[in-house]
């Protein structure tokens, strides 16, 4: 399913330059990317490897690096604003089952000292989430989307906040966006946060609920829905 359609140009990603810059050659020449996804990514920034960047205007950058070439010619994105916007698409299109007949009720909720991405109107009350970006790809087959690859205090910070709204009785959720092709399941990297992997598991324990979905991007610039609903496993 259809989630957006981009303006996307074919690319060669050369190097990381820091957190939020690339070096990707564009028809030849070298151009700096915004890079949005703090993890290390170190799957996918292979010097020479082809990606797709968006062209941008204002700022220190030329474009965005959006995703890159994965296999069966579909790309991981890895861009943190694509799959945001493909994930609010697919839950006004209706397409997640995890909240279904739900509405996006506001961004960007401060709760304590953390901000969390969504809070939900549904059916049966509030819903407040929090969105990660899973694109390490593991397993024998490759079938698993993972999250973090590398320590984060911030997402550390998230998962406490969850956990303590849901032990205050609120509804409470954490999903994951395996943004890569052909993923069908979703677990915790222990070796990138041995305490993220951690905090999952009590939130689990205190009624935080955990989904993730896939999503991966075609050649001619449509983001695709893989699947609404990975397996979990923990």
Known sequence: MELLRLNV???IFRKRLN????LVEVDGDERRALVTNTGRLEEFLVPGRKAFCTPKTGGKTDFVLVAFEDFDERGAVIDTRTQAKAFER???LGLIPWLENCRLK????????SRLDYLFECPEGEVYAEMKSAVLRGGERGEYAMYPDCPS???QK?????IGLSKAGKRAMIFFIGAMPGVEKFRPYEMGDPEIA?????AVNVGVEIHALSISLLPDGRVVLERPSLEIEL
């Open 9 to 11: 140009v074919p690319c």
């Open 19 to 22: 957190r939020f810059v690339a």
């Open 90 to 92: 697919a839950v006004e």
């Open 106 to 113: 506001r961004k960007e909720i401060t709760v304590g000292k």
């Open 153 to 155: 205090v911030r997402g």
């Open 158 to 162: 998230h998962i406490r906040e969850l």
């Open 198 to 202: 951690r905090l999952i598991k009590e």
